[in-house]
């Protein structure tokens, strides 16, 4: 899994992606997310990245270090757990970590330090000053679902990074959401009336990966509408036949051409409500 199907195509994995390609991932790095499962995969990820032994792109996948992180029995990677049957990581825990982290990386060429569950102040403060003055090589990731939580000062000492619980997670996520949105713009389309359908291309949102996966889905609707005008089957989803129904030929074909032409300018990186927008003035248009 990579990190893009973590925390979905997003800015913030573009962020990462950059520093990670600089080779320049800081020291300390604060993941916030309500969802758990996505912030300890992305923390996972992270940790291959800091072991990976690779010349070329990391994590490479494939060599010892990550094979080792994926299996979470990388010896340089370390999770600080909770001890005894507290509610909160203390500062035995973290003073534990500091005594550690000045002991040379077993095999990889950095260690890492994993804390997952919520720290004490006084662990926060106690872990405060290894963030002012970081062993080399070391690097901390902290997740939370809030960073409310998290001590302004050991915030101040480290990148922080927000990953929403809302993402999509994964290509098969994205693809049912994408589906679902394209059933519904394509039910609305045969309306022709501008605010259902701006209401459902509003559902978009920002989301660039969604929107050209949506785009993709309506094209391929609109020519099996196509071809059941010619060829009635009466086979298709209620979607597909009441475009084949509703909709000249005409008005079909300049519904592909129009589809085709908002692909390419999300490909051009336009901006997204201009691009609702625009599709649906060019619908209304190709009604007539
Ligand atoms: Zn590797």
Redesign the pocket.
């Given at each position: 899994m990579s990190l893009k199907d973590i925390i979905g195509d997003s800015e913030v994995c573009r962020q990462i992606e950059a520093l990670k390609d600089n080779r320049r991932l800081p020291h300390a790095v604060i993941l916030e997310s309500r969802d758990t499962t996505q912030a300890n995969a992305a923390a996972k990820e992270l940790a291959k990245i800091s072991v990976?032994?690779?010349s070329g792109k990391?994590?490479?996948?494939?060599?010892l270090?990550?094979v080792k992180a994926e299996e979470d029995i990388h010896p340089d990677i370390y999770k600080v757990k909770i001890t005894d049957k507290k509610q909160a990581v203390g500062v035995g825990e973290i003073r534990n970590l500091i005594s550690d982290c000045y002991i040379k990386p077993n095999e990889a060429a950095s260690k890492v330090y994993i804390i997952s569950d919520k720290m004490t102040a006084e662990a926060q403060n106690a872990l405060l000053k290894i963030l002012e003055e970081p062993p080399q090589n070391v690097r901390f990731i902290i997740t939370c679902e809030s960073s409310t939580t998290v001590l302004k000062t050991v915030l101040s000492r480290s990148t922080l990074f927000k990953l929403s619980a809302e993402q999509i997670k994964s290509a098969d996520e994205l693809d049912k959401k994408a589906e679902e949105l394209a059933v519904e713009i394509a039910n609305v389309i045969p309306q022709n009336t501008e605010m259902p359908l701006l209401s459902s291309l509003s559902k978009l949102g920002k989301d660039k990966a969604l929107a050209q996966k949506v785009f993709e889905k309506i094209s391929l609707f609109v020519s099996i509408a196509l071809e059941e005008k010619f060829i009635p089957t009466g086979k298709q989803p209620p979607h597909i036949r009441e475009l084949a129904r509703v909709l000249r030929k005409k008005s079909l074909v300049s519904l592909l051409d129009v589809t085709a032409q908002a692909q390419k300018m999300l490909a051009q990186n336009c901006n997204m409500n201009l691009l609702a927008t625009w599709y649906c003035a060019k619908i209304r248009q190709s009604r007539h």
């Open positions: 990976c032994s690779s990391r994590p490479c996948g494939k060599c270090n990550c």
